[in-house]
């Protein structure tokens, strides 16, 4: 088990049972006992530094957190004996009050030796140079009083705060020899003055000349501390002395003041912001109360009597009224240091949660959620980049805030169904660096924007593609317009003056039939004409569904055209591309995507050679034509929208293929139209193995 928590459970009762019997009995029982304290001691003295002393314990583990909780509750402890021996007196006259005596005497020494060891370590709990080290050690020599006045003194010393003296009390088990050196134990350790001057010198010395660090760190303490001297000497050698007394229970209120002040400023007792308990949220809120609650009363415990209570009533409301905001600062200050700032946390995820439902647009929602992150996490500059089209982040952050400088302190993906969709980069802090709790925040942000980002980026990109759609439809209705019309003009200009002039010879061949002129050799001419009109159907039937492509399949109706293409032409294919016959609207893509790139080519290449590769991969046909032309050159913006290459993106993009046109380089000759169209995924495709075939 953590020593803290021993120390708590050990240390805790002993010090509640102690306060517990002096309020007991010297605020029902007998008030009148040792009434040169009174309460005022244990409550303004001591208390406030045992309760900071059990709270520091729920905190920190560190080595001077469990000595200020020792030496406070030590200091209980010397209370309540004081008030046990006051109320039972008679038992000074029994021979084991020497070895009761010193429990007395050990208890207060070990009160002065733990808390001049943290004032003089005070904040870290370990001095800076070796002297200090070394002269640390010796704070622990008021710890020798009780043992040694056993030994050396003829008589029961006792402590000089209890009131009573001891030189009437024989102490049987002093050693006769020992006796000479009773004055030396007396004045160096019994009254511990050389301990305590120790203690202030290596505090001051660490307060006037450390470093820079140290000076900021333990100014404060011994400010408190010096205060508290100078309050106990006057209380020692001036008593009675208006004020004195109120000097010492501000001292003593005002020292673990001062050592908060440590903690938020420093983070003394190796206290920071975490993720704490309720226990620790608890306790912090019991200490502030103490604490305010031993100023409010301080006044009114001093001065009562000769204040009345009616005035000791209001001057007390007066002082409650006047330090709430004291305390609620406080309060606030020592839940941002052990909390961190957890409303600012809080406030920040659900005003984030608000802006991710608002945003409309992927911009508008990244530039939401900078400005969040910054707000929440006092961040000097958040910046949001999001995954580009090849899977890197872009240069170009999609949201900033702030001025961007140097490289970012924390960072955080955002990662949604094992897709990182972005990053957000955080600046350094504007105070203070970034704590554990503040770094899961920042990933839990992250976590949460990842799927709206995600949400947002795909209603983007959905829309993309409903305009694309559109666009590709009115592109079809358009394209099968201009068919409609080549086929009026093809059977206007062809196939019907054909007719018209079979007709006519006809007509022609009657008169002269009737006249007896007719002759075989012009009957035979208008059968060559009818087989002529006939090709021609054919042809133009052809140009819409070519019977080769329904009879022989995709290859065979590529190459039927290779004869007529007017450059060299070559188709490449395996055999099992050549022998796979393809759904209907596959086949019919492919050939006129084919026939579309060649023409094109033909058109504008001025190409010496072409080429056509077919193969079969993963579920897809392949198609590359390529030339040796002059290349793509400059495209211009029209092209994309319409001509032979918007054909083919519609054509193939109906299927859900796609189209890729490139360039060979560095020449910049030559063009590559690469066509992937998938083969499973079409309605009444064949089943068939899949795997790679090159042709």
């Known amino acids: 088990m953590d020593r803290r928590w021993v120390c708590l459970a050990t240390l805790g009762p002993i010090g509640v049972a102690a306060l517990v019997y002096v ?23 001591a208390l406030p530094l045992f309760v900071f002393g059990m709270w520091l314990l729920t905190v920190s583990a560190s080595r001077i957190a469990v000595l200020i909780a020792l030496g406070a509750t030590a200091m209980l402890v010397g209370s309540a004996y004081e008030t046990f021996l006051h109320r039972n007196l008679e038992i000074l006259a029994e021979p084991w009050f020497p ?29 800076e140079r070796r002297w200090q080290r070394i002269a640390v050690v010796f704070l622990w020599t008021p710890l020798l009083a009780g043992p040694l006045t056993l030994l050396t003194s003829p008589y029961v010393v006792m402590s000089p705060f209890i009131g009573i003296s001891g030189d009437a009390i024989p102490n049987p088990y002093a050693v006769p020899w020992l006796e000479w050196a009773y004055p030396g134990v007396l004045f160096l350790v019994v009254q511990s003055w050389a301990a305590v001057a120790l203690g202030v010198t290596i505090l001051a010395s660490r307060a006037l000349f450390g470093s820079p660090e140290v000076r900021a760190g333990t100014r404060v303490m011994a400010l408190a501390v010096g205060s508290a001297m100078v309050a106990f000497v006057l209380w020692t050698f001036a008593p009675g002395v ?136 006092d961040a000097s500059w958040v910046r949001i980049r999001l995954v580009g089209a090849d899977g890197g982040l872009a240069e170009s952050p999609a949201g900033t805030v702030g001025d961007v400088a140097g490289e970012s302190a924390e960072s955080a993906d955002l990662v949604h ?27 839990t942000v992250a976590s949460q924007a990842a799927a709206s980002v995600a949400n947002v980026r795909l209603s983007s990109l959905l829309a993309e593609q409903l305009v694309e759609l559109t666009a590709s439809r009115e592109r079809l209705v358009a394209a099968q317009d201009d068919e409609r019309r080549r086929l009026e003009r093809d059977l206007h200009d062809g196939i019907q003056q054909n007719v018209v002039a079979q007709i006519a010879g006809l ?48 290859v065979a109706a590529v190459e ?49 050679h072409a080429s056509v ?83």
Do not use: C
């Open 417 to 443: 169904a094992d897709e990182t969709l972005g990053r957000i980069e955080v600046g350094p802090r504007h105070r203070g660096e970034y704590s554990d709790a503040e770094r899961m925040l920042l990933r």
């Open 99 to 127: 070895l009761v005596n010193v429990l007395g005497l050990t208890a207060d020494a070990l009160a002065t030796s733990t808390l001049l060891v943290v004032f003089a370590t005070f904040p870290s709990g370990v001095p």
């Open 242 to 377: 208006p004020g004195i007394e109120f000097l010492v229970y501000a001292s003593m209120i005002a020292i673990p003041v001062a050592a908060i002040h440590g903690i938020l400023r420093y983070g003394a007792f190796d206290i920071g912001p975490g993720e704490r308990g309720a226990l620790v949220e608890r306790s912090s809120n019991l200490l502030i109360t103490v604490v305010y609650a031993a100023g409010v009363a301080t006044p009114a415990l001093l001065l009562t009597p000769p204040l009345r209570t009616v005035p000791a009533i209001l001057l007390t409301t007066i002082l409650a009224v006047v330090l709430l905001p004291a305390r609620s600062w406080m309060q606030r200050r020592l839940h941002l240091a052990l909390f961190g700032d957890r409303e600012r946390q809080f406030g920040m995820l659900s005003e984030l949660g608000a802006r991710l439902e608002q945003a409309g647009e992927p911009r508008d929602l990244v530039a939401h959620l900078a400005a969040g992150v910054r707000d929440g996490l």
């Open 613 to 695: 590769a077919l193969a079969r991969s993963n579920g897809h046909l392949r198609i590359a034509i390529t030339d040796d032309g002059r290349g793509l050159g400059t495209v211009s913006p029209a092209s994309a929208t319409g001509g032979g290459l918007a054909n083919i993106r519609d054509r193939v993009a109906a299927l859900r293929g796609t189209v890729q046109v490139s360039t060979a380089e560095p020449s910049g000759t030559g063009t590559t139209v690469l066509v992937d169209l998938p083969v499973n995924g079409i309605p009444g495709a064949p089943a068939t193995a899949d795997g790679d075939r090159l042709g």
């Open 23 to 45: 309020v007991v009995v010297r605020g029902f029982l007998d008030p009148d006992v040792n009434s040169d304290h009174g309460l005022a001691w244990p409550l303004l003295g």
């Open 560 to 608: 039927s055209g290779v004869a007529r293409y007017p450059i060299p032409l070559s188709v490449e294919a395996d055999a099992a591309v050549r022998a796979e016959r393809y759904p209907d609207e596959v086949e019919t893509t492919a050939y006129y995507v084919v026939r579309e790139a060649l023409a094109n080519t033909a058109k504008h290449a001025d190409a010496t």
């Open 507 to 554: 007509r022609l061949a009657r008169n002269r039939l009737q006249r007896g002129e007719l002759t075989p050799a012009e009957l035979a001419e208008l059968q060559d004409q009818a087989r002529e009109t006939l090709t021609d159907l054919r042809e133009l039937a052809q140009g819409i569904h070519p019977p080769v492509l329904s009879d022989n399949g995709l």
